[in-house]
């Protein structure tokens, strides 16, 4: 395992399973060692060249090295329309690092990025999640990292993908401090719409759930000060 990567030893996901089987999902404080958290955030808030994640008649990523090229105008009517789109369907706009293409076309920008996509395909991780959720079938994880400010949100989905055979999803808060009214939560609907729990993006907090499920980011407010970090992906099968 790698020395900067460890869950947190006093959990247990023998006796966090009953939870998680009950509601399927579930929100567990404290994840990984503090050292451990603190080495991602500070990676996530001063190491990551943030590129740009949309929807735009099919999922659509500008690199760093491209938003750079265009200017603030240009991003402006490219949020703009974005906003558009959101109107009449789903829709998505935060920024984004694709960790695992980054890792397997070897872009060398983050390589601690590289190492904690190591470590969440180490046995300790993927045993600790197949206990936690009761699938033994899991056999890898995949992550992305992901940065939301004023402005940014990712519509109500379902993360049913059959080809991608996606066991649970999973969302690793890594933001200090987030205050309540900004916005950024991870909600959770009922069948009639109205949202049954929603999830505040706190530090060091590990937010899992089988897919389907219904779910979103909310949208972060405009007046908001700080910037919503997480790593986030899926445990697969196969």
């Keep these: 395992m790698d020395q900067h990567f460890a869950i947190n030893p006093e959990l247990n996901a023998a ?12 929100q567990i ?8 958290a603190q080495h991602l955030y500070h990676c996530l808030a001063n190491q990551v ?13 500008k690199r760093a090295e491209e938003l750079t090229k265009m200017s603030p105008a240009d991003q402006n ?6 906003y ?30 590289d190492r904690y996509l190591e470590f969440l395909n180490d046995q300790p991780m993927l045993d600790f999640i197949r ?3 009761g ?6 994880g995949d992550s992305q990292a992901t940065r939301y400010g004023p402005g940014q949100f990712l519509k109500y989905h379902t993360d049913d993908v059959v080809e991608e ?5 999973f969302v690793l808060n890594l933001t200090p401090k987030w205050d309540k009214d900004w916005g950024g939560y991870l909600q959770f609907y009922d069948k009639s719409g109205d949202i049954e729990q929603a999830f505040l993006p706190r530090f060091n907090t590990l937010n899992i759930f089988t897919v389907p499920q219904d779910h979103s980011v909310s949208y972060v407010a405009n007046y908001a000060t700080g910037q919503r970090y997480a790593l986030t992906g899926w445990f697969r099968y196969g």
């Design 15 to 26: 006796g966090l399973a009953p939870s998680y089987a009950t509601s399927k999902r579930l």
């Design 29 to 36: 404080q404290n994840f990984l060692t503090e050292e451990s």
């Design 49 to 61: 060249p943030w590129g740009f994640a949309y929807q735009d008649d099919g999922p659509k990523y």
């Design 77 to 82: 009517v490219l949020l703009q329309r974005l």
């Design 84 to 113: 558009k789109g959101a109107q009449n369907g789903f829709q998505y706009a935060y920024n984004c690092y694709p960790i695992l293409d980054a890792y397997l076309q070897k872009w060398g920008q983050v390589p601690l990025l």
């Design 131 to 133: 206990t936690l959720t």
């Design 135 to 140: 699938r033994k079938d899991i056999t890898k």
């Design 165 to 169: 055979k996606r066991v649970a999803a």
